[in-house]
């Protein structure tokens, strides 16, 4: 994120490039260690402001995802339903807040009902060498990229179409969360009425970054949730808010006064830039990595317990500070 990318940049300015000095030459571990000995690295990113900046919407200022009849609906206790996705984008897991008129509710769902409706999907297949790039009446594909004559709606439609069809038969993936059944559905009464590739007689090929699809359109059945937006009230006072996403959010605490020199060092390193040694690691380092709660990088099988090549980012609090920590392993095998 770009303002992580700034707060690196002033704790630099700030002076902090001569303890890094001092640790990288003190402990003299960086790039010591074992031949062929497992490396843990750890990055730190300072969270610019409160949790409440991060995570708490204003009621003016709704995400761009959201459904803000459904926001309106939840925040004024009124009957609402939506259809397919969620209407805040937010699990029991992984709410979402918003604060309203001076209370700060989280926002949900729950899940009323279901439904069965018939919508178009659109698959694209890739023209073999052999074929002509025509339509079925003779004419040339139509252009199906942003400065094509299509609709926006097929504009969409073709450019989430075409993932599915360029990672067919490859070993790469696509993005799920747009593409359905291999292709883009339809779901939209809006994008169908301005649809033209829905028309029958519509274009049958469709020419996308230098490479002609047949167009293949069929209509299919889904079976949706039926959710009903909700709005609990959590707290009245940004503190209280506060301490809810902390709870929640943010692992372990760290007092710096806690904390060897040494160690502080390599706190100051991490923030600025990724710090790493190899096994085995010294006392500094170790004492840190208790810290962050993270022992299994120490007393078991690193390759194994501590998930190698696997970071885990995880929220802390050094100090009065938020950060982002990110841990991983590299290097040869653990002993």
Do not use: Q
């Not at 630099?12 to 960086?30: I, M, N, R």
């Not at 559905?185 to 994008?191: I, L, T």
């Not at 990724?274 to 380092?285: I, K, L, N």
């Not at 990088?297 to 009065?320: C, Q, S």
Request: with cysteine; glycine share 12%; hydrophobic share 35%.
């Amino acid at each position: 994120m770009e303002h992580l990318t700034a707060t690196r940049r002033r704790l630099l300015a700030a002076g902090l490039a001569g303890g890094v000095g001092a640790v990288a030459g003190c402990l003299g571990t960086d790039d010591g260690g074992p031949s062929g000995g497992a490396k843990l690295s750890l990055s730190l990113s300072r969270v610019d402001g409160s949790l409440r900046d991060r995570y708490v919407r204003d009621r003016d200022a709704p995400a761009d995802a959201w459904d803000e009849a459904a926001l309106d609906a939840a925040l004024a206790g009124e009957p609402y339903t939506t259809r397919h996705r969620r209407p805040f984008f937010a699990t029991p897991d992984d709410p979402a807040y918003v604060l309203d008129d001076g209370t700060y509710h989280r926002l949900g769902s729950v899940v009323v009902g279901e439904v069965a409706e018939a919508y178009p999907v659109l698959r694209l297949y890739a023209v073999d060498d052999g074929e002509t790039a025509t339509d079925g009446d003779g004419g040339s594909a139509v252009d199906g990229g942003e400065g094509g004559d299509l609709p926006d709606a097929d504009r969409r439609a073709v450019r989430i179409a075409y993932f599915a069809a360029r990672a067919r038969g490859n070993a790469g993936g696509y993005p799920v969360g747009l593409v359905e059944r291999g292709g883009y559905v339809y779901r939209s009464e809006a994008a169908r009425s301005e649809s033209a590739l829905l028309d029958d007689d519509g274009p049958e090929r469709v020419a996308y970054r230098e490479t002609t699809y047949r167009v293949d359109i069929e209509r299919e059945r889904f079976h949706e949730a039926v959710y009903r937006p909700t709005a609990e009230p959590v707290a009245e006072r940004p503190e209280r808010m506060e301490s809810i996403l902390r709870a929640r959010l943010v692992g372990p605490r760290i007092d710096p006064d806690a904390l060897s020199s040494e160690a502080r060092r390599i706190v100051d390193r991490a923030a600025v830039e990724e710090y790493g040694e190899t096994h085995p690691y010294s006392d500094a380092y170790a004492e840190l990595v208790r810290a962050l709660d993270a022992r299994h990088f120490l007393d078991g099988d690193m390759r194994n317990d501590g998930g190698v090549g696997e970071g885990r980012e995880e929220l802390i609090r050094y100090g009065d500070e938020y950060y982002e920590r990110y841990l991983r392993i590299t290097g040869g095998e653990a002993e």
